[in-house]
């Protein structure tokens, strides 16, 4: 299997704060490569796919970049609504893999 | 609208079988494979599997740490997918979700979206 480590696992920041978040696989997944959003009781969200493609409806402040083993995510200018939980995961081969989360709160 | 909503978990004993059901519209099976995944308090987000239309056969993917105890299955409606686990474990509590691959075939794919709300499964004797 592909592994996904992410880092930080999580993080502290302020509204407006421009943050990057880290997935490294554990070998290349050619840009399959896609980053969720998710909030306590709600469904997860798609943010991301193919390592820098914005999901329709979600707002610009969210960019992906990568290639190969190393891709980030990079929110700026934090919104209140951005505090939550974030993953990648990885659709290059099955089973597709995730990573163990980024939770991002509020300092 | 692109819907699904999952349902049929529970309090389940272990050893047990367990059935869950994943009603979706706004979309047709053919174009769009189901996947399901879980969330478990061991080892997080984890893909389970996912299952084709009828132009694909029918056809089904496991994840290898659960094939043999899992499957996925749709209906003659196209209206709503199954995910059955067999001879439940203490770690298999978790929440499941039912995903949309919303790539639609592209190259670029799969990704998933959206995801319905998730069930929540507890295994405990």
């Known amino acids: 299997d592909i592994q996904m480590t992410q880092s930080p696992s999580s993080l502290s920041a302020f509204v407006g704060d421009r943050v990057t978040i880290t997935c490294r696989a554990s070998l290349s997944v050619n840009g399959y490569l896609n980053w969720y959003q998710h909030k306590p009781g709600e469904a997860p969200k798609l943010l991301i796919y193919?390592?820098?493609s914005l999901q329709r409806g979600v707002p610009s402040r969210f960019s992906g970049s990568g290639s190969k083993t190393d891709f980030t995510l990079s929110i700026s200018g934090l919104q209140p609504e951005d505090f939550a939980t974030y993953f990648c995961q990885q659709s290059y081969r099955t089973p597709f893999t995730f990573g163990q989360g980024t939770k991002l709160e509020i300092k | 609208e692109v819907r699904l909503v999952e349902s049929g978990g529970g309090l389940m004993r272990p050893g047990r079988s367990l059935r869950l059901s994943c009603e979706f519209s706004?979309?047709?099976?053919?174009?769009?494979?189901i996947n399901w995944v879980r969330q478990t308090p061991g080892k997080g987000l984890e893909w389970i599997g996912f299952?084709?239309?009828?132009?694909?056969?029918?056809?089904?993917k496991y994840a290898p740490s659960l094939s043999g105890r899992v499957s996925i299955s749709g209906d003659d409606s196209q209206t709503t997918a199954y995910l059955q686990i067999n001879r439940l474990r203490i770690e298999d509590t978790g929440v499941y979700f039912c995903v949309r691959d919303g790539s639609g075939g592209s190259s670029s794919g799969p990704w998933f979206d959206p995801w319905g709300q998730g069930v929540r499964v507890i295994v405990s004797s």
């Open positions: 706004g979309f047709t099976f053919e174009d769009y494979p």
């Open positions: 299952i084709r239309g009828p132009a694909y056969g029918d056809s089904t």
């Open positions: 193919a390592a820098s």
